[in-house]
């Protein structure tokens, strides 16, 4: 086998290795993840406000799961990443539902104050153009 074709047989090997293998998140993006479902969830008017709740409470629990797992995960320390340094310098954005737990706040109200907002500013904005 001559080494061209010998380089070629390797190279496809390994793409179809590579492509067998299934796709793993870390701990951390699964989080940023269901995150963001809970925010998109909060923040939908296209829901009512009993399957918002519904909504909430599965994601909540979920995501609190998430959160205990990214703060044990070891192989998060030490390394020297945008999405991780902001992620621990940004804990009550982050940490969601711990951070709000600790503020004895909803979530909503955490996330809206955490981001300069008071429930009572949302609720007063009109929507248009400007």
Same mark, same amino acid.
């Given at each position: ?14 793409? %179809?290795?590579?492509?067998?293998? +299934? ?7 699964? %989080? ?12 939908? #008017? ?31 320390? @030490?390394?020297?990443? +945008? ?32 981001? @300069? ?5 949302? %609720? #007063?904005?009109?929507? #248009?153009?400007?």
């Amino acid at each position: 086998m001559s080494k061209n074709r010998f380089a070629r047989v390797v190279a496809v090997a390994a793409l %179809m290795t590579a492509s067998a293998l +299934p796709a793993s998140a870390g701990t951390l993006e699964n %989080m940023e993840r269901e995150r963001a479902i809970m925010l998109e969830a909060l923040l939908s #008017g296209d829901i009512s406000v009993e399957e918002r709740q519904r909504n909430l409470v599965v994601v909540k629990a979920r995501l609190a799961d998430l959160e205990r797992m990214v703060l044990r995960d070891d192989t998060l320390i @030490g390394r020297d990443q +945008p999405a991780i340094r902001n992620a621990f310098e940004n804990y009550d954005l982050t940490f969601i539902v711990h951070a709000s737990s600790e503020h004895n706040r909803a979530i909503a109200d955490h996330w809206l104050s955490e981001l @300069g907002l008071s429930t009572q500013a949302v %609720m #007063g904005a009109r929507s #248009g153009r400007r």
